[in-house]
């Protein structure tokens, strides 16, 4: 939970932050719509009008039938008159009916490039956002931010610009042409206005608020669905569904309560709009027929229908009004999400951007031959969100005071569950940013590099299998002919041909199985694949990565002893001459390491070979002894 002044920040950002969110928009989507936006305004312009013009054609009918009220028939120019008047204002029905159908089609055309742009744009940096800046948000909340608010942000500069124009044209025209009838009634019809008006912008500032708590709302409800989905397996597996149910339900229902005090606020704000227009309405018969029966104010029975038409034109924007101003208030909102990314991705590319250090060829100029490929001194790191934690338990610190991974060298990670294992793998690659100084790549600093170009370096098999839902022939060649890789980088780096990396993830016997083979679709997060097939696909798919350092991060914990001994027999045999570091629980598949290092509580205690260290720390030959005797058990069984 946020406290309290920080909850507020989050929810009321300030005035002066909106405009230049608005501003900042504007200035980066609207540039080459420009033309679609006028052509669209013109037909809008010409539709108001029509739709203007036809009550003066019917005041003139009305006038014309009241002088010929008294004859028994019409004359025959009475009758021609009518006539002519009837096929005006069907040709203006006509192009009332064609220039608004060409308005909308005109003006919803950049709204959905817009919303194609902005779709692009956030994707774009969130893929840029380093894992620290992700963890800031829930995926949940992601997904809102990248469908409803790219979508509500469509909606406002599409419909929010058509209603706002056509409202400020319809108010234009039909504000002048009533003053043309009578000033006296067109004062009249916006006497309440000043009375309105501030009470219409209090109730906006509160729907803006009560706005950006409904989001944020929305993003927790998106993520406890995506969550429970992700889950489905434990609730088919365990009776938990009532507890899962309970927790969705609490979410859902504070979602509702959110909209419903929003429509609390929108409801009252609608109908004083409504209200107005109402009320002018009620004005405009009484003190317009008090005019026509004294006779003396020169306003005509087809004047008055004239003046009723065009104030009946001018109340629909009057009771829309506060529809406009909820869209323009969400859409704020919305976009003031979409930049809290877009903004974190900038921040990002602003600190890559100071690195000297953002091509192969200039990390070759300044690297060291002599020097180790890894060097850490002093390092300490510690998670942020741990740190600031109010729960005041010791946060989990990584502290190294030195270390070193040399060329062609294997080294192994040892160490119970969360000691360090995963976070010191995450340093060590430049997935986790680290003070400067601490850690050197090829002499070269790791806070000098550019993190995407420091990436490359690596290939990782991480500890949890993750994989696209398509196929698996497409899961490999996603980083095998990734055109990213420079030629050069491919002539210096290490990768494994695609047979021989099949041959040591021994993933031929399962896919001989698959119907499709190669082609066999994965499904989301690979659910079509067993626990060790996933783990197999990741190692088949680190393998053929063009890489200097191959990280495998305890990725044969769910395959069986055979299987992991022909891996590992096959792994070693063709990589003999490439740096590996490779994370296990199992101390077999750490046996032909050149160096074993063994954590606990964030710190290396020890490390050497699998024989020095069985001579000299007990809790490793303890063990390796309870891991071989269960692996001899487990054959005798």
């Known amino acids: ?61 009305v006038d014309l039938l009241n002088e010929n009220s008294e004859a028994a028939i019409l004359t025959e120019r009475a009758r021609a008159t009518l006539v002519e008047l009837s096929w005006m204002i069907i040709a203006l029905g006509v192009g009332l009916a064609v220039f608004r159908l060409l308005s909308r089609v005109v003006l919803f055309l950049p709204g959905r490039r817009i919303e194609a742009e902005i779709r692009r744009d956030f994707f774009k940096a969130l893929t840029r956002l380093s894992p620290t800046q992700l963890s800031r948000f829930q995926l949940g909340d992601l997904i809102s931010r990248g469908t409803s608010d790219v979508s509500t942000a469509r909606v406002t500069v599409s419909m929010g610009v058509l209603h706002t124009a056509g409202s400020l044209f319809l108010f234009a025209m039909c504000s002048v042409k009533m003053l043309q009838i009578s000033w006296v009634l067109t004062v009249l019809s916006v006497l309440i206005a000043p ?93 317009g027929g008090y005019m026509i029966v004294g006779g003396d104010t020169g306003l005509t029975i087809g004047q008055l229908v004239e003046f009723s038409i065009l104030l009946g034109l001018i109340q629909e924007p009057m009771r829309s009004g506060g529809m ?54 002093n390092l300490t790191f510690a998670y942020p969100e741990q740190a600031n934690a109010e729960d005041h338990r010791d946060p989990f610190t990584l502290t190294i005071p030195d270390l070193r991974i040399e060329k062609g060298k294997r080294y192994g990670i040892f160490g119970s569950v969360g000691s360090g294992k995963t976070t010191l793998v995450k340093v060590l690659t430049g997935n986790i940013a680290i003070e400067p100084g601490t850690c050197r790549f090829e002499g070269v600093d790791y806070g000098d590099i550019d993190t995407a170009l420091l990436l490359s370096r690596f290939s990782v098999a991480p500890q949890e299998s993750r994989h696209f839902a398509r196929t698996i022939r497409e899961n490999v060649s996603l980083v095998a002919d990734n055109p990213e890789y420079e030629a050069a980088w491919r002539e210096r780096g290490r990768v494994l041909g695609f047979d021989d990396a099949y041959l040591v993830s021994q993933l031929s016997s399962d896919i001989a199985e698959f119907p499709e083979g190669l082609d066999e679709v994965l499904g989301e997060n690979g659910i079509n694949l067993s626990g060790g097939q996933k783990q197999r696909l990741a190692i088949l798919r680190a393998l053929v990565k063009p890489h200097q350092i191959l990280v495998l991060d305890d990725v044969v914990s769910a395959v069986d002893h055979h299987t992991e001994q022909e891996i590992l027999k096959a792994l070693y045999a063709r990589l003999s001459d490439q740096t590996l570091v490779f994370i296990s629980h199992r101390i077999s598949a750490l046996i032909p390491c050149d160096e074993i290092w063994i954590i606990e509580d964030g710190c290396v205690v020890d490390k050497g070979s699998h024989t020095e260290l069985l001579s000299r720390h007990d809790v490793y030959r303890r063990t390796y002894e309870h891991q071989v005797l269960e692996q001899r058990v487990g054959g005798v069984a």
């Open 195 to 287: 009375i309105v008006i501030p009470t219409v912008k209090k109730l906006s500032r509160k729907m803006m608020t009560q706005a950006r708590v409904t989001r944020m709302t929305l993003g927790d409800l998106s993520e406890s669905i995506r969550e429970t989905f992700r889950a489905h397996t434990l609730v088919n597996i365990y009776p938990v569904f009532d507890q899962i149910l309970s927790r969705y339900d609490a979410v859902n229902d504070r979602y509702r309560d959110d909209n419903e005090r929003l429509i609390q606020i929108r409801v009252p704000l609608w109908s004083m709009m409504g209200s107005f227009a109402s009320f002018s309405l009620f004005l405009l018969m009484v003190v």
């Open 324 to 377: 406009i101003i909820s869209l323009f208030q969400r859409g704020e909102v919305s976009l003031e999400r979409l930049y809290e990314i877009l903004d974190a991705a900038d921040e990002q590319d602003e600190q890559q951007e100071s690195r000297p250090i953002s091509t192969l060829a200039s990390l070759l100029e300044q690297h060291d031959e002599s020097a180790p490929l890894i060097q850490v001194n």
């Open 1 to 61: 939970m946020c406290g309290a002044d920080s909850c507020v920040a989050r929810i009321d950002p300030g005035n002066g932050a909106v405009v230049r969110t608005i501003g900042r928009f504007l200035r980066a989507y609207i540039p080459g719509k420009i033309l679609l936006y006028v052509v669209g305004l013109s037909c809008l312009a010409v539709n108001i009008w029509c739709m203007t013009v036809v009550p003066s054609h019917i005041s003139e009918a």
